[in-house]
Every structure is written in C-alpha cells, then in structure tokens.
C-alpha cells in the first residue's frame, strides 16, 4: 500500500493541505488558462461569433494594429469586404460594415428613438481640451453645434457655393492632364485643402497649382499618422487589460 503524504496548511481556522503553489504559480496558471481559453470564446462563444472575418481577427485586433501602422486599414479593410461581404468582423469586438443601411441605423436618429453616443475610444478628445463636433460624446451640446453648422450645407447654400466648387473641378482636370504620373489620392487631398482654405480664409493654398503639400498641411497628415499610431497602441492595451 502506497501512502500519500501531504502538508497542511491553516486557512480560516481549518486545516486545508497545502500543495506548494505560490501566488505567483497560482496567477500564472490563471493566465495560461485565460490564454488557452480566450481564442475559443472568441471563435465560438462570442456575441459576435455569427459575423463572417479571419479567423486571427476574431481573436486579436493584432492584424487592424498592423495595417494601421502602415498606413494601410483603408485597403486591408476594403480587402476583407470583398472577400467576406458587407458586415465584416476586423477585431474581437469590431465590426466593418459597407453598407449603405449601416450608416441609416448607426448614425442617424429616427423619431422617438435615443441617439447613439460617441464611443470615446474611437473618438479622441480634442488635443486643446475643447470637444469638437467629431468627439463631442454630449447629445445636448453636439446638437449645439450642429445647428450652428448645418445651414452651410442646406441646399440653398450648396448651390451658392457651386461656381467655387466649379473652379476648383476645373483646376484639378487641368492639372491632371498636365501631369506625366497621376496619383489620384494626392491630388485630392490638394484640391480638399485649397477649397476649405478658400471658404475658412478667402484663400487658396495653391497645392494644384503647386503640386505639393503646404507646410502646415503636411504636418496635419504626420499628425493623423502618428495619432492614429497612438490611438492603436492606446486600444491595444486597453485590451489587454
């Protein structure tokens, strides 16, 4: 007869045996289990099990974090839609639609039924502190300031501002066939900052014509990279915590 011999150890005032395992053993046991399990709640048991994606997505938003870093989530995600259809699960919790109906449910407020609040982790505070239109998570006073900036885009006001629009068309169909190497994208971007600086200032920036970034303008799109950088890092480890 083999005997087993064991410690004990006293816990609330009765004896428990005591197997050796340290806190530190204990936690670390935890977090193999947690690893171990995590990808299976997330692939079968998960509320958003049912949405078509890479099966690496649904259980680590590393791929997004990856493609953010390189610039590159607008075509990666564009990538996964053809593949899988409208509704597309990009992270364990994240879903991409493109959709027109999405944009109906999601952003707009039919009557007799509450808004959606901003989520705070998609949209960033303000760097001065003063909520904007883009991350004001207040229904009151994102109401506030959309009054104040929806008569510029009323239809009486969209059709006054057409022969600028016009102009700036115009500009951007010379330029194009000026140019030996097309790059849509940047041209875009030329044509979007000239025509708000011609409404904000009365000014152009002349980036059609100049067929560069201007100084300020390049810095607003190093700040967007390294933003949107910060903002991966940010839900990365809001995440893992």
Not at 63 to 84: E, F, M, N, S
Not at 86 to 105: E, I, K, N, T
Not at 225 to 235: G, M
Request: hydrophobic fraction near 45%.
């Amino acid at each position: 007869m083999t005997s087993l011999n064991l410690n004990f150890a006293t816990i609330s005032g009765q004896e428990m045996p005591y197997l050796g395992i340290t806190p530190l053993m204990f936690s670390i046991i935890l977090f193999i289990l947690f690893i171990a399990s995590y990808p299976l709640y997330s692939l079968y048991l998960h509320p958003l099990r049912v949405y078509p994606g890479p099966k690496l997505s649904a259980i680590t938003r590393l791929p997004y974090w990856i493609a953010c870093l390189k610039g590159d989530q607008v075509r990666w995600l564009a990538r996964l839609h053809r593949q899988y259809g409208p509704v597309v699960r990009f992270g364990p919790d994240d879903l991409s639609y493109a959709d027109g109906q999405a944009w109906r449910d999601i952003c707009l407020v039919p009557k007799g039924k509450k808004e959606n609040g901003k989520d705070v982790m998609f949209h960033a505070p303000a760097a001065n502190g003063v909520p904007n239109i883009v991350c004001q998570n207040s229904i009151a006073h994102h109401a506030r300031l959309r009054r104040a900036l929806s008569p510029a885009f009323s239809e009486k006001a969209l059709k006054a501002q057409e022969p600028l629009l016009q102009k700036y068309a115009n500009l951007v169909i010379a330029r194009s066939r000026e140019m030996y190497e097309l790059d849509m994208s940047q041209l875009m971007n030329f044509a979007t900052f000239d025509i708000m600086a011609d409404f904000a200032f009365g000014e152009s920036l002349h980036m059609v014509e100049s067929g560069q970034y201007s100084e300020w303008v390049a810095k607003v799109f190093n700040t967007i990279r390294v933003s949107e950088a910060h903002s991966s890092r940010k839900l990365a480890l809001t995440s893992l915590t």
